[in-house]
């Protein structure tokens, strides 16, 4: 069984015939959600947390949670179970619109099965509106069973869903398994450094970007948390910031808040001391 799951996964993964539909798709996406507050509504950065996985347990719960009163409350549940399936279906227009804002930020094989995701979610919802409308007509035998289905495609959409996070590492944090010891370490002369010049360094096999701004000299992970890009190929912004250079995440020198979407974890920082004319680091012991 497994291994069929896994086969048809990876086969959506192999279909390039989906790559031209993708690509428009995402650039609408990228257009619709380029603001500042979009994106970061959107991605979960005022949250510390990618939002769509928060969101996606209020649809798939009331949908639920209505078949669970058709099958066990009868027509005794028909008004709360018709209530749910609209509850269900107001909660899944925020939650497609941050799993699409997600879903524009990834590319090749992820991007492809997060397509067949959204098609799949998509397919749930029209089952469950059918449904909506259906029990509003009286009609409770098909209304129950339009939910039932609706919730069984929602919940193969969503083994795709899982899969792009658990096993391609979509959307998980890329910094989270870098533990350099706390000690501080010998990485530059700070001759190398010009202002907003960006460095990177090496300190136990963890990448580190050291940046000279304003005259004080800062030390993040050069590890993007979004989806791993190289801070150190990107370019400092705005206010202190660094901006990543492959969509467009900022996080603050200083502490590395991250201040844009899409990432929704804070950049590691780096303690910095200078030492006869030598830089050195150690992971912030405050953060
Ligand atoms: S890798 Fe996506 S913003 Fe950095």
Redesign the pocket.
Known sequence: MRKLIEGVIDDIGEMSSLDGVCSKTAGWVTRATKGDFVKNALSGTWLGHPLHPVLSDLPVGAWAMASALDVTAGRGGAKAARRLVGLGLLSAVPTAAAGWSDWA?TYGPPQRVGYAHALGNAAGVALQAASWVARARGRRGAGVMLSGVGLGVTVCAAYLGGHLSFVRGIGVN?TAFQEPATKWTDVASLSVLSEDKLVRVTVEGVPVVLVRHDGQVYALSAT?T????P?DEGKIVGDGCIE??????VFRLADGEAVRG??SVDEPPWDVKIDSGRVLVRPATSS
Do not use: K, M, N, V
């Open positions: 930020d890329h993007c979004h989806a791993g890009g801070l990543c250079p492959w969509h467009g995440s899409p990432a």
